[in-house]
């Protein structure tokens, strides 16, 4: 549909603005030396603020829901109409980049703006939420802000402490919210056609593809497990090579399985031992007990669960042939979250049409969208970022990427707002 494209020229004009507003919310941080805005601070308050003014400037109606969402609507042809939901994040890692979250909270704004601009309604309304909390930066609790719009905050999340002792019940008092009324952030399923979300790749493979955007296929499911090897302590100069329970040998040998099986899995599975102590630990001493870490990841949850099997299966067949005991406590899981088939159809179309391919990966990184997908379709937008650099002041973007970024962002949610 020839009026659902913009064109080049006006995608770089909203890139544009999109670089320069990500350049004024990074002036918004508790320090002068980085970014770095946490959940219920006065920062996030004045980020809210600034953002409501370009959504206002959009032609939309704002609001900052019970949990520090900042909301707006840019009604339907027919007012009341489900709403096709943008969104992204608005909090940050500490020392952060200027891209993560906010660059899909502000494409998201241009997408409205150029409707706006061209008085036109859609049979979707569109709303914009920039999340109060993704990362989990103060409280160590993540999707804070999602989960407000999903009505999914367990009751103990009040009571949780920051660094400082301060409890999110407190913190949000301090912010003029009231933490008896978070449910009143929830919405009703039905007001909700689908969540799409823009966001730069942290990773590098559009960069190693030459591409400007791609489309994600899932968010990667997680596992995280304690492991130990326990053998026997010995005497370093005593103990015969042919009698020893070495517990690092036996870590040693599993930790290259586990880089190799992996590998051989294919590119999308990921595993990593990431930390490891051993015990007594001292030169002399044969190890008599290694901990080490193990973080398996994934977009699907099946071939994570034969890949999670196949590891500690053979980390016990490794134990037992050395004569010693392994054992393993998961401690962290969380399931993939697969994005919606017609949204990705919806994206890679659009996609197409931009940059002449498409590109359809998984995410490594969480997101939004994870607590979304429990309540309503969720799809994803990556944008390319320089050498997947994230989490750091040098993460970057190029305003070219980015007006592609805001072209196909518009030609998706007009096609998806038109049925
Ligand atoms: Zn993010």
Known sequence: ?????????????????????????????????????????????????????????????????????????????????????????????????????????LSAIETVQWLHERQQRLPLAIEIVGFGDEEGTRFGITLLGS??????????????????????????????????????????VNDIAAYLELHIEQGPCLEQEDLALGVVTAINGARRLNCCFVGEAGHAGTVPMTHRQDALAAAAEWMVFVEQTTREQGPQLVATVGTLSCLPGAVNVIPGEVQLSLDVRGPQDEPLERLQSLLLNQAEAIARRRGLTFTANEYYRIAATACDARLQQALSHAVETVQGRSLSLPSGAGHDAIAIAER???????????????????????????????????????DLARG
Request: aromatic letters at 6%; charged letters at 20%.
């Open 147 to 188: 989960r407000g719009i999903t009505g999914t905050w367990p009751e103990s999340w009040l009571a949780h402490p920051d660094g400082n002792g301060t409890t999110v019940a407190e913190a949000m008092q301090d912010v003029g919210l009231d933490g008896a009324k978070i449910m009143q952030a929830a919405r009703d």
């Open 376 to 414: 309503w379709p969720v799809g994803m937008l990556f944008v390319r970022n320089h050498r997947g650099i994230s989490h750091h002041p040098a993460e970057s973007v190029q305003a070219t990427d980015v007006a592609q970024g805001v072209q196909a962002y518009v030609q998706a949610v007009c």
């Open 1 to 105: 549909m020839s009026n659902s494209l913009m064109t080049a020229s006006e995608a770089q004009s909203a890139a544009a603005r999109v670089m320069a507003r990500c350049d004024a919310l990074a002036e918004i941080s508790e320090n002068e030396e980085g970014l770095t805005r946490v959940y219920l601070s006065p920062e996030q308050l004045r980020a809210n603020a600034r953002v409501a003014e370009w959504m206002q400037a959009a032609g939309m109606t704002t609001w900052q829901d019970a949990v520090g969402n900042i909301c707006g609507r840019y009604e339907s042809a027919e007012p009341g109409a489900k709403a096709l939901l943008l969104g992204s994040h608005l909090d940050t890692v500490r020392n952060a980049g200027r891209y993560d979250g906010m660059l899909g909270v």
